[in-house]
C-alpha cells in the first residue's frame, strides 16, 4: 500500500484476527486513521462479523473458516472437523446471518448446544440438510433429539430469541398489521413479477428503521391444499384439535418441501420397494433422483394410495415459517406504513407450477384491507452512517435495491449531504428498472449522487453490478479513501461473493495493494462497519 497511516492508540484488529503482525500493525494504523477522521462509524455490533466469532469452546481458536454462505455444507462440516460440537453446529447453518431463525448462525448453534432450543428447523436457508445434519450433531451430544415438550420451559426461559420484547419485535410476538396494496414495479414482457407492497402499521404502532427487516406470516395456497386432501382421500371437514384438517394446513404447516417424517410415516404404511424407498428418502438418500423436487403433494402423488391417519400426517409435518423481506421505505417518508419489493417466486417442475409461500401470497393471496401478521427483524450491523455527510456506495441488484431505496428516502427526509452512489441492475432496462421515475427524481434533487446500472440481458454479453464496479474501480477506490461506507443486498451464493472480489480487486489495483492486503483492507473494512451486508 502507499498510503501513509499514523500509529493506532488501541489496536482494532483482534489478535485472532487472520493476519501477519505487519498486516495487523498496518491496518490497526489505517483504522486509527479513517476512525478519527470519522467518528460516527456504525460498527458491526460484536460477533456479528466472522473475525470476531470468538465465542469457542475448549479446544477451539475462535475462528470460523466456514463462515462462508457460498461454500457447500460439506466443504463447511470438512472445516469445522475436530472442533467442539456448538462449532460443528455453526458450521452447519447456512452461514448467512439472515435473522430467519430469530437470530445469528452463532447463536442459535450455542441455543442448540446448550439445549435451550429445541427446534432444529430454523434455518431456513439451510433447509432439510442443515436440519438433518443439526439432528445427528444433536444426537452425537448424547440423549438424541431434544424433546420438544420437555424443553419448552427451558426454551422459553433461555432461547436468546429478540433483546426486544415488545410486541411486534420478534418472530415469537407478531403483530397485525393491513395489508394494503401492491404495485407490479416489471413492466410487461418482463420475465419476473416483483411488486412494491405496501403494509399499514398505523393501528399497532410498530415502528423500525431503515435497514431492518420485515418478517410476514403468510398462508399455504388453499387450492393446494384441497389437492393434498384429495390425494389423500381425507375429508376437508376432517377436526384436528379445533380447527379442521383444511385450516390447519392451510394456516399451520408447510408443504415444501416433504419433511423426512413423512418419508417415514409413509415407510409404516407401505410395503416391498415403495417401503423401502420411503425409508431411503426419510433418510436423506435420494433412490430415483427426484428427492429435491418433492413437495409435500408430489411426496403424496409418489406413494398412490397412501392413507395416513390424518392427526399423524398432520404430525408428521414441519410448522409453516415467516419469510423475512428487507424494508424499502423510511419511516420519516412514509409515518405508520412500511413498504417491500418482493419478487414473486414461481418455477415449473414436471406440470406443475410451483409457487414460494409468502411471496406469492403477496402477489395474489391477500387483498387491500386484509390483516397481515408480521413483525420487524432489528438489523445488526446495516444501517446508514450516522452522519448523514458520510459518503455511501450501495450495491443491490433485483430485489436488492430494497433497503437502499429506503436509505435514499432517510437521507433526502434528514437533508443529508454526503454523496451517495447505487449500483443497480437486472435483467433488462426497458421491464426490470424498479423506481426509475423515483430514482430520476432523487438525482434531480441531488439526493443520489451517481447511478451505475447492468442489464444482465439486454446485449450478447451479461453485464452486472460487479461489471460495473470495475469499470469504475478507481473512482470506488477514492470513495473509500474518501470514508465511504459500503453496502451490499440481495442474492448471497453467487452475487455477494462477486461484489467483494471485484471491490477487493478496486482496492489492490487503485491502492497500489498486494492481494493479500486488499483482502485485509476489505476484511478490515467489515470489522469497522464500513463493509455492510444484507444478503440472502
Ligand atoms: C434478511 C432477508 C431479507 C430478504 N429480503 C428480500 C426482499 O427484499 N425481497 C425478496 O423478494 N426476497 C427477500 N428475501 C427472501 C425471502 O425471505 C424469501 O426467501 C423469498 O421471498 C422466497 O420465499 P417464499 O416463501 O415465497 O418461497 P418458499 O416457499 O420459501 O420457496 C423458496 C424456495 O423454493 C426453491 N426455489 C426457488 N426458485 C427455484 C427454482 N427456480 N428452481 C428450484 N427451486 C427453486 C428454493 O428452495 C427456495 O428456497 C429476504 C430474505 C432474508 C433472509
Ligand atoms: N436460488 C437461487 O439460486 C437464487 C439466486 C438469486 C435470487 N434468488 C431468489 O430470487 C428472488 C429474487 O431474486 P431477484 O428478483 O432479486 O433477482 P435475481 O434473480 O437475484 O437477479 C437480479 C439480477 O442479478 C443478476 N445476477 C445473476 N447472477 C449474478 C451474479 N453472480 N452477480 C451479480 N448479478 C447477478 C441477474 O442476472 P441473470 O439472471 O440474467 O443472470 C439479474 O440481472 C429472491 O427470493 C432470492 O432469494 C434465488
Not at 485 to 495: K, L, P, S, T
Request: charged fraction near 25%.
Amino acid at each position: 500500500m502507499t498510503m501513509q497511516t499514523p500509529p493506532p492508540s488501541t489496536p482494532l484488529i483482534p489478535e485472532s484476527a487472520p493476519f501477519s503482525p505487519e498486516q495487523r500493525a498496518w491496518l490497526n494504523g489505517f483504522f486509527a486513521g479513517l476512525l478519527s477522521l470519522d467518528a460516527n462509524v456504525a460498527a458491526a455490533p460484536p460477533g456479528t462479523h466472522p473475525l470476531q466469532n470468538g465465542q469457542a469452546g475448549d479446544g477451539d481458536d475462535g475462528e470460523a473458516p466456514w463462515h462462508d454462505p457460498a461454500m457447500s455444507l460439506d466443504e463447511r462440516m470438512k472445516l469445522a472437523e475436530g472442533r467442539p460440537l456448538p462449532r460443528r453446529m455453526m458450521a452447519a447453518m447456512a452461514q448467512q446471518d439472515c435473522g430467519q431463525c430469530g437470530s445469528s448462525c452463532e447463536e442459535y448453534s450455542a441455543a442448540i448446544a446448550e439445549q435451550a432450543e429445541p427446534r432444529l428447523n430454523l434455518c431456513v436457508p439451510g433447509g432439510k440438510a442443515t436440519a438433518r445434519m443439526l439432528k445427528s450433531l444433536v444426537e452425537e451430544m448424547g440423549g438424541g433429539v431434544i424433546d420438544p415438550d420437555e424443553e419448552a420451559a427451558k426454551e422459553a426461559a433461555r432461547l436468546p430469541k429478540s433483546d426486544d420484547a415488545r410486541p411486534g419485535h420478534s418472530r415469537d410476538n407478531p403483530i397485525e398489521a393491513t395489508f394494503v396494496s401492491k404495485r407490479r414495479l416489471n413492466a410487461a414482457g418482463s420475465e419476473k413479477v416483483t411488486n412494491h407492497i405496501e403494509i399499514d402499521l398505523s393501528q399497532s404502532g410498530l415502528d423500525y428503521e431503515v435497514g431492518d427487516s420485515l418478517g410476514v406470516f403468510a398462508c399455504n395456497d388453499p387450492a393446494l391444499v384441497d389437492q393434498i386432501i384429495a390425494a389423500l382421500g381425507i375429508p376437508p371437514d376432517f377436526p384436528i384439535a379445533d380447527k379442521n384438517i383444511r385450516d390447519v394446513l392451510i394456516e399451520e404447516t408447510s408443504l415444501s418441501p416433504a419433511p423426512d417424517e413423512l418419508f417415514q410415516l409413509i415407510s409404516y404404511i407401505t410395503g416391498g420397494v415403495r417401503k423401502q424407498k420411503a425409508r431411503a428418502l426419510a433418510k436423506g438418500d435420494d433412490p430415483d433422483g427426484d428427492a429435491e423436487t418433492l413437495d409435500v403433494l408430489a411426496a403424496i402423488e409418489k406413494f398412490p394410495g397412501v392413507h395416513p391417519d390424518p392427526e399423524a400426517f398432520i404430525e408428521s409435518l414441519e410448522p409453516l415459517q415467516p419469510r423475512l423481506y428487507s424494508i424499502s421505505s423510511s419511516p420519516k417518508a412514509e409515518p405508520g406504513r412500511v413498504c417491500l419489493t418482493v419478487d414473486a417466486v414461481r418455477y415449473p417442475v414436471g406440470s406443475r407450477t410451483r409457487e414460494g409461500l409468502a411471496s406469492t401470497y403477496l402477489d395474489n393471496r391477500t387483498a387491500p384491507g386484509a390483516p397481515l401478521k408480521v413483525y420487524v427483524q432489528k438489523a445488526h450491523g446495516f444501517a446508514l452512517p450516522k452522519d448523514g455527510a458520510t459518503p455511501i456506495i450501495m450495491v443491490g441488484p433485483g430485489t436488492g435495491i430494497a433497503p437502499f431505496r429506503a436509505f435514499i428516502h432517510e437521507r433526502r427526509e434528514t437533508d443529508a449531504t454526503g454523496p451517495c452512489w447505487l449500483f443497480f441492475g437486472h435483467q433488462r432496462r426497458a421491464t426490470d428498472f424498479f423506481y426509475e421515475d423515483e430514482l430520476a427524481e432523487m438525482q434531480a434533487a441531488g439526493t443520489l449522487t451517481k447511478l451505475s446500472l447492468a442489464w444482465s440481458r439486454d446485449g450478447d454479453q451479461k453485464v452486472y453490478v460487479q461489471d460495473k464496479m470495475r469499470e469504475h474501480a478507481a473512482e470506488l477506490f477514492k470513495w473509500l479513501e474518501d470514508g465511504a461506507h459500503f453496502y451490499v443486498c440481495g442474492d448471497a451464493q453467487r452475487m455477494a461473493k462477486d461484489v467483494e472480489s471485484a471491490l477487493t480487486d478496486a482496492v489492490a489495483t487503485h491502492g497500489n495493494a498486494s492481494a493479500d492486503d486488499a483482502k485485509a483492507f476489505v476484511e478490515a473494512l467489515k470489522l469497522a462497519g464500513r463493509y455492510q451486508a444484507d444478503v440472502y
